[in-house]
């Protein structure tokens, strides 16, 4: 049992769920306003364990609301189902007529963003009786877990992140692709380390997912390709793995930093109900400086310069 949470604080008890992180917490009560003190213990237990579960909690969405407010500032899900009234709060109510989508990938939460969450809540209201559960990857494990050789070459390379996944939720009607041009000016492609530094702890992280991981930037496409395609299956390793079978009352917060999850869709078209807010994060930072063109590809001709006056124009330059 790992209780340094409560030896260094005395505020709740944390005990491993699996052998390599996620920590369940007990001992303390949710719908109570928390004071500094214990909301920095809970910090340090995130940093800690990754993942922190708090069974037989019972939250209004407004208690959801207050909880994440004490870790940051909550942000808005532009392609979630949001709450009218509320739109910090994310409503998943998911039955018949309603099926889940999109979140049975492995991901880290919305990486397309300069700076994607700190964190994410999510409260179980209604659970099917069979399937929903989570899944989680502790990706600072998984970083390593890699040969030192692999660590090194991909330590300093970037990658491209962007929303493509989203995109068929908008229409092909003219008023969808408005609205898909506006997100597209919002949320540019974003360059973020390969391998980033965790804040807190100071530890390394792997920061690549299926879901939003574009490319590596600067790398010819059949390496960048090759090289996501393993890192992507890190998540694979069952050793790394936590599966979190949902009761009701439950809350679990997790690390974005430092770990990806993935919702099983084997409940449809059972209810699964939850609600979530997602804690705003800082811009990633790598360890290294980023690896320069010349180190990442090798051209058979010379790069296409925007600035040579002496290349032709295209057609699309003279409109």
């Known amino acids: 049992m790992t209780t340094t949470p409560e030896t260094s604080h005395g505020f709740f008890k944390a005990r491993r769920l699996s ?17 500094e003190a214990r909301v920095q213990a809970l910090n340090a237990a995130l940093a800690e364990h990754e993942v922190l579960v708090f069974p037989d909690q019972h939250l209004s969405s407004e208690d959801l609301l207050r909880v994440g407010a004490y870790f940051g500032e909550l942000t808005v899900h532009p392609f979630a189902e949001n709450s009218e009234k509320v739109p ?52 600072t494990t998984a970083f ?31 008023e969808g692709r408005r609205q898909l041009r506006r997100s597209e000016e919002e949320y540019p492609p974003v360059t973020h380390p390969v391998v980033r530094v965790h804040p807190v702890t100071g530890r390394k992280t792997l920061f690549v997912n299926p879901h939003y991981t574009r490319f590596i930037k600067g790398m010819e496409e059949r390496e960048s390709s090759q090289l996501l395609d393993q890192l992507f299956r890190v998540t694979g390793v069952l050793e790394h793995q936590y599966r979190h079978r949902w009761a009701p009352n439950t809350l679990v917060f997790w690390d974005n930093r430092s770990v990806q999850h993935a919702a099983v869709h084997d409940y449809y078209p059972q209810r699964r109900l939850m609600e979530r807010v997602t804690i705003k994060g800082c811009r990633p ?7 320069s063109a010349e180190e ?14 002496r290349r032709a124009a295209r057609q699309f330059e003279r409109a």
């Open 144 to 174: 390593d877990s890699l040969s030192d050789r692999l660590q090194r070459f991909i330590t300093g390379l970037e990658a491209v992140h962007d929303f493509t996944s989203f995109k068929y939720l908008f229409p092909q009607t003219e």
């Open 19 to 35: 052998r390599y992180f996620v920590g369940e917490i007990t001992g303390i009560d949710l719908s109570r306003p928390l004071d």
């Open 88 to 139: 910090e709060l994310i409503v998943f109510d998911y039955k018949e007529g309603n099926p889940p989508v999109l979140t049975d990938r492995w991901h880290t939460d919305e990486t397309y963003r300069e700076c994607p969450p700190l964190g994410t809540m999510l409260y179980s209201k209604i659970v099917p009786e069979v399937g929903g559960d989570t899944c989680f990857h502790s990706m």
């Open 285 to 291: 930072v790598g360890p290294v400086e980023a690896a």
């Open 296 to 309: 990442l590809r090798k051209f058979k001709v010379a790069q296409y310069d925007h600035n040579d006056t």
